[in-house]
């Protein structure tokens, strides 16, 4: 580990990311969702996507600490945890991608999958089926494959949880809840496949502090009357972020 911390200091760009996760945690205390959105394509700008997927995910652990256990407690246990196994089992597979795949392909990838959730939520696309079992597999499934090539497992789940009957804040839960849990599966099914950068896990250290304040100062402002708000902060944000994280020379 301290081989990984001395690696991790010594990225370019580092103070960048740390103000990024920052406000990525920010970003995912007050709306619930995001925050990958914002991080992968910035964050891939200065890292690999690799090292990108795997340090996000370590530090984003601290949503166990700040925003899992309420969310916890108010969501869809049965929803989660099937959303959830299915993401874990489909994860692997995304993962060769991120693995094996040229990395300005997977920057194109993670750029055009931010930018093509965003244009979903501005179209007011949503499932509408009935949800339950089938349902939750898979987008669970979905969410996987895609989380796993690109560190990105929110868009189905966002767009799906939208799309429900459940209230705001039942909806913000479970996808919390889901990302939480998709994040502290994410590193282990990596390291599994022999793949995990030290560096990785040296940064992912360096961030779970930058994050966990983000999400906790987030949550205090979250308040369910002002969800709309939130979301065109949201949205704003991601597509930002995904067009900066283009790769095309800005």
């Known amino acids: 580990m301290p ?8 990225l370019p760009g580092l103070g960048w990311l740390v ?15 995001g925050s990958a959105l914002v991080f992968m394509p910035l964050a891939t700008l200065v890292i690999s996507p690799l090292v990108a997927a795997a340090a996000f995910s370590a530090s984003a ?5 700040t925003v899992f256990p309420r969310a916890w407690a108010e969501a869809d246990k049965p929803a989660v945890l099937t959303l ?3 993401v874990a089992v489909a994860t692997p597979v995304g ?5 094996f795949a040229d ?3 997977l920057r194109w990838a993670i750029s055009a999958a931010v930018l093509a959730t965003l244009a979903a ?7 509408t089926g009935r949800p339950g079992r089938p349902a939750w597999l898979g987008v669970g499934g979905i969410a996987g494959l895609v989380g796993g090539a690109t560190g990105l497992h929110g868009p189905a789940l966002v767009l799906f949880q939208l799309g429900g009957s459940d209230s705001v804040a039942r909806s913000r839960a479970n996808t919390i809840v889901v990302l939480t849990l998709s994040g502290l599966a994410f590193l282990p099914l990596l390291a599994l496949q022999g793949a995990l950068p030290g560096v990785a896990l040296g940064l992912g250290a360096l961030l779970f502090l930058p994050f966990a304040a983000g999400t906790l100062i987030g949550r205090r402002l979250f308040d369910p009357a002002r969800v709309e708000m939130y979301r065109k902060v949201a949205f704003s944000l991601i597509g930002a972020a995904g067009l900066i994280g283009l790769p095309i020379g800005w």
């Open 3 to 10: 081989d990984a911390l001395t690696a991790a200091l010594a």
């Open 61 to 65: 652990l601290s949503s166990l600490l």
């Open 19 to 33: 103000a990024l996760t920052f406000a990525t945690g920010l970003l995912y205390g007050f709306a619930g969702f």
């Open 84 to 86: 959830f196994a299915a």
């Open 95 to 99: 993962q060769l991608a991120l693995r």
């Open 103 to 105: 990395p300005d392909l």
């Open 121 to 127: 939520l501005l179209a007011g696309w949503r499932y």
